[in-house]
């Protein structure tokens, strides 16, 4: 079973509260998950065939927002420009005698509202923050959706079978991850969770993948170019 929470419980039939020594302890599904992200390669012999087939399937596991975000509270204050002016138009004596007209913009987006529906300058406000904040909120959605879009097809690939990360060979009863190189066989075992690999397929991968995304950050780190000191030396200076 696989838990929602953010740590702790059952995944993949591995009780995370019960080995809390275990390198994926405390891991919410994300972050469990993180690394079966690409194109599964199946190979297999059908019951009515005698000849390999081969198959594949992309998965992306990308982190869950459950919509408790509090975008519909109002923006802060620091990031708008708020301006008042007179109304204009038809309205009878209050048009052009009043600022109560109000226009605010959004400063990092540009984005702006304008309310002058009322003749009280506070409720034009209070309908212009609303107005502004569902506009801005708005944007910031379609963002996240492109950029979540972006990051899924970057994770799933084109589903093509030269992109495989991992290879589930039936006919061997192995499977082979083709990122750090590592096969296992008792292909039942893994999927099912059960027997010495009590984590399954996960569990039984994710030390070795942790450890090469370990090593590939430090080479990273290795390869920064380093910043020079441009600071002078004073020593010995005195004014």
Do not use: W
Request: charged letters at 30%.
């Amino acid at each position: 079973s696989i838990g929602s929470g953010g740590g702790g419980g059952s995944y993949g039939g591995f009780d995370m509260d019960e080995h809390c020594d275990d390198p994926l302890a405390g891991l919410g599904p994300c972050g469990y998950f993180r690394f079966e992200s690409g194109v599964h390669r199946v190979q297999r012999v059908p019951v009515n065939d005698v000849r390999m087939h081969t198959s594949a399937c992309s998965v992306a596991v990308l982190p869950y927002s459950d919509g408790n975000d509090q975008t519909t509270e109002l923006l802060p204050t620091s990031e708008l420009k708020i301006e008042t002016m007179r109304s204009s138009g038809a309205g009878g004596q209050h048009v052009n005698t009043t600022e109560s007209a109000v226009r605010i913009t959004h400063i990092p987006t540009g984005i702006t509202a304008a309310i002058q529906d009322e003749r009280s300058q506070h409720k034009n406000r209070a309908k212009a923050m609303k107005l502004i904040t569902a506009r801005v909120r708005d944007k910031q959605r379609e963002e996240e959706a492109r950029e979540r879009g972006d990051a899924r097809q970057s994770l799933m690939g084109g589903g093509d079978r030269s992109e495989r990360i991992r290879t589930y060979n039936f006919p061997q009863d192995r499977v082979t991850d083709h990122r750090c190189k590592e096969s296992e066989h008792g292909i039942a075992k893994l999927l099912g969770g059960v027997g010495d690999n009590n984590g399954g397929l996960v569990a039984f991968f994710a030390p070795y993948l942790r450890e090469m995304h370990r090593e590939e950050l430090m080479e990273q780190l290795e390869n920064e170019p380093i910043a020079k000191d441009t600071t002078t030396n004073t020593k010995g200076k005195r004014k």
